[in-house]
């Protein structure tokens, strides 16, 4: 599918639960700028979560604590510009939704400044309450249970499977209902076992996002650079479908020796102006030539040899 028509209208949260009401799996890419943005939504993506592992990917951060809501506005607002057809999701940064107010003041920067149509909060039960304050305020939420990368320092530093014990599988269904009960759309379920994920699917009415969770999920999400190719580290979860890293690694070097050797630019990608004008401007006319500092006279038109 192509959003490429005069008729493109961006998606709706009713439009994606349409789809999955229909059985649809659902594909949602991470985007953090202009022209990433405009091709996945050239290709039909109908969904673009602007993540906050930006900060990792594209800022060079060592963990996504560090993103700030300045500079997720900043690659939201981007990432809409880029499109007309997928539903962006803004996500939101570390810190942001601590509380309820915080919460609604952050999240409704998102829509007013950027221009996002929903936004992605991390945690189950725990979050439970901001999600529902959210959904009250009119603002659509995605949530994000298992491995929630923002609490990474919290939960010892490691990434790690989620809900591998007892106890823990018991935790993460109450977490999946919870956001769906608290009025989310859908939800992210990252590094859980694929049996887990398949269950907490088929016990939700509003779709699953896995990522490292799975073929049950109703959807799946990938970070853009790990499917590209483009990252200097890929998880195990992710499947590289082109090599963005050594596609741009080749043309630089090819560029850079086109130059050391003079063949860049050529003809083509030069402009050539008027040889009259240019003559004109270099006082090389004949009127200009006329009176000659040899004559002893003064001359109004700096000849080349004085530029
Ligand atoms: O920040 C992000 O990109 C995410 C996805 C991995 C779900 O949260």
């Given at each position: 599918?192509?959003?490429?028509?005069d008729?493109?209208?961006?998606l709706?949260?009713?439009?994606?639960?349409?789809?999955?009401?229909?059985?649809?799996?659902?594909?949602?890419?991470?985007?953090?700028?202009?022209?990433?943005?405009?091709?996945l939504?050239?290709?039909?993506?109908p969904?673009?979560?602007?993540?906050?592992?930006?900060?990792q990917?594209?800022?060079g951060?060592?963990?996504?604590?560090?993103?700030?809501?300045?500079?997720?506005l900043?690659?939201?607002?981007a990432v809409?510009?880029?499109?007309?057809r997928?539903?962006?999701i803004?996500d939101?940064?570390?810190?942001s939704?601590?509380?309820?107010d915080e919460?609604?003041?952050?999240?409704?920067?998102?829509?007013?400044?950027?221009?996002a149509?929903?936004?992605?909060?991390?945690?189950?039960?725990r979050?439970a309450?901001?999600?529902?304050?959210?959904?009250r305020?009119?603002?659509?939420?995605?949530?994000?249970?298992?491995?929630?990368?923002?609490s990474?320092?919290?939960?010892?530093?490691k990434?790690?499977?989620?809900?591998?014990?007892?106890?823990?599988?018991r935790?993460?269904?109450?977490?999946?209902?919870a956001v769906?009960?608290?009025?989310?759309?859908?939800?992210?379920v990252?590094?859980?076992?694929e049996?887990l994920?398949?269950?907490?699917?088929?016990?939700?009415?509003?779709?699953?996002i896995g990522?490292?969770?799975?073929?049950?999920?109703?959807g799946?999400?990938?970070?853009?650079?790990?499917?590209?190719?483009?990252?200097?580290?890929?998880?195990?979860?992710?499947?590289?479908y082109a090599?963005?890293r050594?596609?741009i690694?080749?043309?630089?070097?090819?560029?850079?020796?086109?130059?050391?050797?003079?063949?860049?630019?050529?003809a083509?990608?030069?402009?050539?102006?008027?040889?009259?004008?240019l003559?004109?401007?270099?006082g090389?006319?004949a009127?200009?030539?006329?009176p000659?500092?040899?004559?002893?006279?003064?001359n109004?038109i700096?000849?080349?040899?004085d530029?």
């Open positions: 599918m192509s959003a490429s028509s008729s493109v209208r961006r709706t949260v009713a439009d994606i639960l349409r789809m999955h009401a229909d059985g649809e799996r659902l594909p949602m890419l991470t985007a953090y700028d202009y022209p990433t943005a405009q091709i939504d050239e290709a039909g993506i969904m673009l979560l602007v993540g906050d592992s930006l900060g990917v594209l800022l951060y060592d963990t996504t604590v560090r993103v700030t809501m300045a500079e997720m900043h690659h939201t607002a809409v510009r880029g499109t007309q997928a539903l962006v803004g939101m940064p570390f810190l939704y601590a509380s309820v919460a609604v003041e952050n999240a409704g920067r998102f829509l007013r400044e950027a221009g149509t929903a936004v992605k909060i991390e945690g189950g039960v979050s309450r901001i999600i529902e304050a959210l959904v305020a009119g603002i659509p939420v995605m949530g994000h249970i298992g491995w929630t990368p923002q990474q320092l919290g939960m010892g530093g990434v790690r499977v989620q809900g591998k014990s007892r106890d823990a599988a935790g993460l269904l109450a977490d999946a209902i769906q009960d608290a009025g989310a759309f859908g939800v992210v990252e590094l859980v076992p049996q994920a398949a269950i907490i699917t088929s016990r939700l009415r509003i779709p699953t990522i490292g969770a799975g073929a049950g999920c109703s799946q999400v990938q970070v853009i650079t790990d499917l590209l190719g483009l990252g200097d580290f890929r998880p195990k979860h992710a499947r590289a090599d963005l050594g596609t690694h080749s043309a630089v070097e090819t560029w850079a020796a086109d130059v050391v050797a003079g063949t860049f630019p050529a083509a990608e030069s402009v050539r102006m008027d040889e009259a004008t003559e004109e401007a270099l090389r006319t009127d200009d030539r006329a000659t500092m040899a004559d002893g006279l003064p109004g700096p000849l080349d040899r530029l």
